[in-house]
Nanobody, 124 residues
Framework: QVQLEESGGGLVQAGDSLRLSCVAS????????MAWFRQAPGKEREFVAA????????AYADSVKGRFTISRDNAKNSAYLQMNSLKPEDTAVYYC?????????????????WGQGTQVTVSS
């Protein structure tokens, strides 16, 4: 069973940066993809970014393109979400998700494994 653990959330001001981390355990590296989703109070969970482990190909939601960057570190079994120029509307619980798949996907049903989430709050 794949296990995911997020960290790096916090309270920041608009325009600040944060880096979220997701450490994965109990998985094999081949055909693996990781993604970040977020859920704001009263809203549905939405896709943020995803990365394919082998190819490094990534995908982003339009709302974060140019501000967020997803990356991975094979040696540390970790994926990261660098968030720059944060806005109050980025406030949400951010979840790391993963599954065995060669390509990235933006639908949450594509990922069976989920972390517990980390809170990101951006004040104006």
């Amino acid at each position: 069973q794949v296990q995911l653990e997020e960290s790096g959330g916090g309270l920041v001001q608009a325009g600040d940066s944060l880096r979220l981390s997701c450490v994965a355990s109990r998985f094999t590296l081949s055909n693996f993809a990781m993604a970040w989703f977020r859920q704001a109070p009263g809203k549905e969970r939405e896709f943020v970014a995803a990365i394919a482990w082998s190819s490094g190909r990534s995908a982003y939601a339009d709302s974060v393109k140019g501000r967020f960057t997803i990356s991975r570190d094979n040696a540390k079994n970790s994926a990261y979400l660098q968030m720059n120029s944060l806005k109050p509307e980025d406030t949400a619980v951010y979840y790391c998700a993963a599954d065995y798949r060669a390509s990235v996907a933006s639908g949450d049903r594509a990922y069976r494994y989920w972390g517990q989430g980390t809170q990101v709050t951006v004040s104006s």
